[in-house]
């Protein structure tokens, strides 16, 4: 990104900012904030958007189950209190990745409209981008694909406050973005993200 | 960073990489974990050594206490045990950072050894740097800089468990980097810190 190798470079103007490392990434930070049922795809589109953004030089990174619930939230379980401290530590995480200019892919389940609400106020409070997409899928058909095998379990009663089935999923009423991930093509999601992306300035037009 | 303007650019080469991210970013990412009695210079390296960063287009991001103790753990205190779960929680953000390919500088008293290596052991895991930073400086000099007036209010009682004074700071044994802060200049500390990045090939030569 930089040749200069002198080795006495100095810094003199202050602490460095997010505007500073907008201009340094070329393009500005935000949340995209993806929710929905298991196997409704939240995970399947925010890897494509990844790869999308990747090829453009956009800088991002998901944040799901698989690097938080196995790190900052491993002490954290899955009742109704610890999923809404799971998700407020994410929804502050992922401030720190907007600050420093990164596009954070939050992909949870994240089925109490109360948390998220929590996550939209702790971003619009510090003018920072919250783009809800809500994966919307119907319990059949996520159920159908049940690509964890997840429902499955669920249904034996051997996973309980299982979202869908005996936990219950709040669906946002005001979300950003609303896919429809049984009717339109994984290209076709991607390209209505990228749409809200340009538009808000967040990446180059 | 790229003028690609087509919308339907699409991506079928699997998960996006830490490699990936280095490649687009010009550098690895990094841990650097400043420790240090309150006083002893942590965030004034790390501020000038950020804008030193910046102006060779390394992207970092400081986590300190004004944007993780009132931020994702504003839920803990400064107990032993509070002290420990804050320390991790910032390990595993530092370790999203890496993985990003951030240049994490994280500025925290961080008094006990074993919560240290906790955090370095989790980078190790993960085949990640951790680069340990003990900015050291005596009490007396410390005490006497007191830039936020925190030794007097502990001295008066005011403050409970304030490293230094009602609570121990554990020196590191096996620091990356020692500095002196009450010897050296902020100049050659910050030249001492981009040598060794240099050296481990985290930014460029």
Chains 1, 2 share one sequence.
Not at 41 to 62: F, I, Q
Not at 188 to 197: G, N, S, T
């Amino acid at each position: 990104m930089a040749d200069q190798i002198a080795s006495n470079v100095h810094w003199h103007e202050g602490d460095i900012t997010s505007e500073h490392r907008a201009k340094l990434l070329g393009h500005r930070g935000a949340t995209l904030w993806f929710t929905g049922l298991s196997g409704s795809g939240k995970s399947t589109v925010a890897v494509e958007l990844e790869g999308v953004l990747s090829e453009l030089g956009v800088l991002s990174y998901r944040l799901d189950g698989d690097n938080v619930r196995l790190g900052i939230n491993k002490n954290l379980g899955f009742t109704a209190e610890d999923r809404t401290e799971n998700i407020r530590r994410v929804g502050e995480v992922a401030k720190l990745f907007v600050d420093t200019g990164v596009v954070a892919l939050s992909s949870f389940i994240s089925p109490y409209a109360a948390d998220r609400d929590q996550v939209r106020v702790l971003h619009e409070e510090a003018g920072m981008d919250f783009i809800e997409i809500f994966v919307d899928c119907s319990l059949d058909v996520a159920e159908t694909r049940d690509p964890k095998g997840l429902y499955k379990k669920a249904r034996a009663g051997e996973i309980k406050n299982f979202t869908g089935i005996d936990d219950p999923y709040e669906a946002p009423s005001r979300a950003e973005i609303h896919l429809h991930s049984d009717q339109q093509s994984l290209t076709e999601e991607v390209d209505i993200i990228m749409a809200v992306l340009r538009e808000r300035g967040i990446i180059k037009a």
